[in-house]
């Protein structure tokens, strides 16, 4: 069960990694072909503006944050639509 506001903070720290496997500095000793796969992942990676930009047009797919009731219906709903499938 990922809530719209996980979703967002994962495509978040995946960039995150990805920036930190191309900088020598932040991570040493990774292989070379890793680095530029990293980079090359990044090349048309969304950034923050692309990120707040789908969290409007989509927040049932990501939300940069949940106020905290509307995460607690969100687990209840959740919960409810896995019971029903099983």
Not at 24 to 45: S, T, W
């Amino acid at each position: 069960m990922t809530l719209p506001d996980e979703r967002y903070r994962a495509v978040m720290a995946a960039k995150e990694l990805l920036v930190d496997l191309t900088d020598p500095k932040a991570i040493p000793r990774i292989p070379q072909m890793i680095r530029l796969r990293a980079g090359h992942c990044l090349r048309h990676f969304p950034n923050e503006w692309d990120m707040d930009l789908a969290s409007r047009l989509a927040p049932e797919v990501f939300v940069k944050r949940m106020e905290d009731v509307t995460r607690m219906f969100k687990q209840y709903e959740q919960s409810k639509a896995e019971k029903n499938e099983n």
